[in-house]
């Protein structure tokens, strides 16, 4: 019923800048925060960004300064701006959602299938 497509992923030297988007489709009726994960390889997936319906945003400290969450709420889509990239920001990125669709009227969290972003030294 709610699908989040993830875009932007790539290959960036150490310094380089790279732009997620994450759009969320379907039988949406209201978005609630949405954010960024990442998961490098051999760790756990750790939190990168949130941003409320309301446009507050929270940042892991390692990003801080280099990365901006922003979102359209019109389109559903959420952004991550990603500057001053470093190898450790090496990992999949993640898209997420907390949704409440016209079906279920309860709110629930969404993932997207994730984007490679590979940071080279």
């Known amino acids: 019923q709610v699908q989040l497509v993830e875009s932007g992923g790539g290959v960036v030297q150490h310094g380089g800048s790279l732009r997620l988007s994450c759009a969320a489709s379907?039988?949406?009726?209201?978005?609630?925060?949405m954010g960024w994960y990442r998961q490098a390889p051999g760790k756990e997936r750790e939190l990168v960004a949130t941003?409320?319906?309301?446009?507050?945003?929270n940042y892991v400290d390692s990003v801080k300064g280099r990365f901006t969450i922003s979102r359209d709420n019109a389109k559903n889509t959420v952004y991550l701006q990603m500057n001053s990239l470093k190898p450790e920001d090496t990992g999949v990125y993640y898209c997420?959602?907390?949704?409440?669709?016209?079906?279920?009227?309860?709110?629930?969290?969404?993932w997207g299938q994730g984007t490679q972003v590979t940071v080279s030294s």
């Open positions: 379907g039988s949406i009726f209201m978005i609630n925060t």
């Open positions: 997420n959602a907390v949704i409440m669709t016209m079906t279920t009227m309860t709110l629930r969290t969404y």
């Open positions: 941003i409320t319906s309301g446009g507050s945003t």
